[in-house]
């Protein structure tokens, strides 16, 4: 039985940024180089960190490696059309948390002060 996008859910903080990295086709070098910037220096991915993410998704259909001819040592990735409605629906599922929770950390707040 196939996996629908939802099956994928919640995903990892790393996981997140990697599939946000692939916004744009990328290869592995860059990926990290996009994530520690678009998370502000939060999170650093090593190679194997990295390496066993890709493969893990590759082999689950989130994300394809794509084979540019400029640099045929490079392996670049990108998000397929399931890995696209996975970060949609994973960006959806944190929002939600954020608005379910913010009226109870707020009234937390106000009998701290």
Do not use: W
């Not at 996009?34 to 991915?45: A, C, F, Y």
């Not at 090593?46 to 259909?61: I, S």
């Not at 394809?64 to 990735?77: G, N, P, S, T």
């Amino acid at each position: 039985m196939k996996k629908q996008p939802d099956d994928f859910l919640p995903l990892s903080q790393a996981t997140f940024y990697i599939l946000l990295s692939l916004r744009e086709t990328r290869h592995g070098y860059s990926i990290m180089q996009d994530v520690e910037l678009v998370s502000n220096g939060v999170v650093k991915i090593g190679p194997g960190t990295l390496y066993g993410a890709l493969g893990k998704l590759e082999k689950q259909g989130v994300i394809k490696q794509i084979r540019l001819d400029e640099d045929a040592r490079r392996k670049y990735y990108a998000l397929t059309e399931v890995g696209k409605q996975v970060l949609k629906l994973e960006f959806e599922r944190m929002q939600k948390l954020i608005q379910n929770s913010r009226n109870f950390i707020c009234e937390m707040e106000s009998e701290d002060q």
